[in-house]
């Protein structure tokens, strides 16, 4: 039809019909012939117009054609109860309440008012340069992670920088050590990049490393948490870790040190980074501001021998180009003011107490039967359950109950072992803790 | 020693001495024992102490021993000198100083201002509610993209979505589709995930799918630029883009449509995305704010077929969990309360003018023969160079004098083709451009 005619037709005025007449012809639908108006562009009528199935024929589409890759199949699962809605003892959660949001709010409010053309461009795929160093001069000071600003890049939290660390070390199916039980998002990351997954049994000292070369003695790499084994709590102990350096360097083998959490050492001295060790340079070492500040901020860091940085950039570049500057140089302030050293210290004193209060309490509503495992660090610990109780329904049923407690057998690659819960205290205060604790021991029995 | 004895030994006091030893014992490298002191551990003690090699036992650790993986060695490339640094023509950057900073800056320090405890905790994976809803609204009213927020990933810019998009929807070995010439972005992520890249050459109208399906009638993907082609600027003309979604739904395959910045076209009408013409749910849509708004933001976004989110959303948590909050609630409240519509009208003006004298400029400077391409859309146009003309030699030369020219051939995967060099001209005034296509010209008639 002209023109003309559709804007009668449809009740508009003549300009927006001309305009759409326009944008059908400069999409190509329509082809307009001076003189006798627009009309369907001769190269598309022949062709029928994909789409519009019947409704039958639509839902005919086999579920097979729309599929996905192997790899991410695996990585699907059911969203976790005891991760759904927040509750006692859940994972993750800190003292959120404790942390001063108003000196944050103020370096934030700062960094904003400084912010200049200049700093909108593509930042360094390493990080912004003021957070890497005051990430070097932390780490020189506390963990004994001796490193320049030149071997650090930042990640979006450690998850990032497990998965740029598996995807740099290890071709698909090379060979990895994992703890058993162990971080389920190691697991992920391996799965992700086709690796072979070789869990290796921890205990009292940390990493069973006889039984990683027994099972797997050419790994390409092992990822460890010598700090304060996750779940399970245990410090890797010297003689496993110089034998856990004595085989990577032996087999070319790489040592990636999840140091996650082990700012907070409730009972006795702090204990150095594997790193510290690390004469032949066989150790990539991740940090995280996600657990001792906040999990929104979503930073954390991989420290790297000097000769593997142009390949974590490379690979970092591939999935993301770089960290977004701003948050970053909040954080620098905040970390280069004192403010993080001085929060360390007081949450350090507030998770002790909290930790103290949740102990005592499972000791007194359970009884002296309880077992509680990895208690003297972190903002985490495990209850043991009886042999032979599921404790995944556990957690389940103690979901419906406001409690996020998280079974130990989901940190576990196959069935067997020691069930157990574990239980989050960062998040929790100590009086919520023991009503918590209470009204856990009564599931328990109930169960 | 004794702990006396040593203190007195270096000349300190007890204290630190006692501190020390306690902290050997603690970490399993010394033993007390009652009454007689502190050991070298047992279990240390026969063990050679690893490291320590000597010089030249150390440099000869064969270079094979320390090596990453193949996909990563394949990423690893020397940095481009036409990328390094700041000059006119650079690719990438924008008219940061036409960036409306104040208002942003408000919008930060509000939210800073907004900032409660709760927003600490980790966020949805599939990122920040409100940003998605704002998202959603916008690609309704501006790209013809329909869709819910339920159906948008939140992701660290285009790049990250890109990533996902391939590792979700591809198995190592599987073909995927890419633009010949194309972003090199988009192979750097095809290398990482395993997939068998197929060129698959563009012409005036886009794609040539016919081509493609020649060459790789299977593949499980193709990864196109419809709006406005990555480098040479076609439009996907409206047979192909029909031609594409059904061979997509004849072979259950997918389209991954990357529109990168097609809020800035400047002739004609906006073209409306592939995406809008889809009734089969094939075409997972991506775009970004770092080329409209600025680089160092680092957010983007993934439009999903419903059916695809819970596989998108397993590969997002394990790559990197959630994005940060802070900047995507910034974000937020730009676009929703009207800033960024503002600010695209403001700068396609702005674009628009710049790339009209960047265009006039290279015609005076080199004469009528410049052959200028893709000056329709965007914020970089193609110069083409004479047949012959060696653009990665010519474009180092040119980063020598202070031009960031991107050589064509840099976008390709193979030899061959018309050599050229990649204009940005979004990031340099008109007065800039005009003196630097006369340096330009003058590099390349004395070249």
């Given at each position: 039809p002209s023109t003309r005619a559709l804007a009668a037709e449809i009740g508009v005025s003549r300009l927006p019909v001309v305009l759409a007449f326009e944008l059908l012809v400069a999409e190509g639908f329509c082809e307009g012939r001076t003189g006798s108006g627009t009309f369907v562009a001769a190269a598309i009528r022949p062709r029928a117009r994909p789409g519009h199935p019947a409704a039958g024929e639509r839902g005919a589409v086999s579920k097979?054609?729309?599929?996905?890759?192997?790899?991410?199949?695996?990585?699907?699962?059911?969203?976790?109860?005891?991760?759904?809605?927040?509750?006692?003892?859940?994972?993750?959660?800190a003292a959120f309440d404790h942390f001063p949001l108003t000196t944050w709010k103020g370096l934030a409010a700062q960094q904003t008012r400084r912010l200049t053309a200049p700093d909108l461009r593509y930042a360094d795929s390493m990080g912004h340069l003021p957070l890497r160093e005051a990430i070097a001069g932390y780490l020189g000071a506390m963990r004994g992670v001796r490193c320049e600003a030149s071997q650090i890049v930042v990640t979006s939290g450690s998850q990032q920088a497990l998965w740029i660390a598996a995807r740099c070390l290890l071709d698909p199916g090379a060979a990895a050590w994992i703890e058993e039980p162990g971080y389920w998002g190691v697991r992920d990351v391996l799965r992700s990049v086709g690796a072979e997954i070789v869990p290796v049994p921890v205990d009292e000292e940390g990493l069973q490393?006889?039984?990683?070369?027994?099972?797997?003695?050419?790994?390409?790499?092992?990822?460890?948490?010598?700090?304060?084994?996750?779940?399970?709590?245990?410090?890797?102990?010297a003689t496993r870790r110089l034998q856990?350096?004595?085989?990577?360097?032996?087999?070319?083998?790489?040592?990636?040190?999840?140091?996650?959490?082990?700012?907070?050492r409730h009972d006795g001295q702090p204990v150095a980074a594997l790193h510290s060790l690390d004469q032949e340079e066989r150790v990539v070492y991740i940090g995280t501001f996600s657990k001792v500040l906040f999990g929104a901020l979503r930073l954390g860091y991989l420290v790297l021998p000097p000769d593997l940085v142009p390949a974590f950039v490379a690979v970092r570049r591939s999935i993301d180009l770089t960290p977004a500057t701003f948050p970053q140089a909040v954080l620098a302030a905040f970390v280069r003011e004192g403010h993080f050293a001085r929060h360390l210290r007081r949450m350090r004193a507030l998770y002790r107490e909290r930790r103290d209060a949740l102990v005592e309490a499972l000791h007194a509503e359970i009884g002296p039967e309880a077992r509680v495992r990895g208690e003297s660090a972190g903002m985490h610990?495990?209850?043991?359950?009886?042999?032979?109780?599921?404790?995944?329904?556990?957690?389940v049923l103690a979901a419906d109950h406001g409690l996020s407690t998280m079974p130990l057998s989901f940190c576990r690659t196959g069935p067997g072992g020691t069930p157990g819960l574990i239980l989050g205290y960062g998040g929790t205060e100590a009086d919520s803790l023991r009503s918590a604790a209470r009204h856990l021991a009564e599931l328990l029995k109930s169960g």
């Open positions: 097979g054609r729309r599929s996905v890759s192997r790899s991410t199949t695996r990585l699907i699962r059911p969203p976790a109860p005891w991760l759904l809605q927040p509750g006692a003892f859940r994972l993750g959660d490393v006889d039984r990683g070369i027994a099972r797997s003695p050419s790994a390409r790499a092992a990822f460890v948490t010598p700090s304060h084994q996750f779940p399970l709590g245990a410090t890797l102990s856990l350096l004595e085989w990577a360097r032996r087999r070319g083998s790489w040592i990636v040190e999840d140091d996650y959490d082990s700012e907070y610990l495990v209850l043991e359950l009886p042999r032979g109780t599921n404790d995944r329904q556990f957690a």
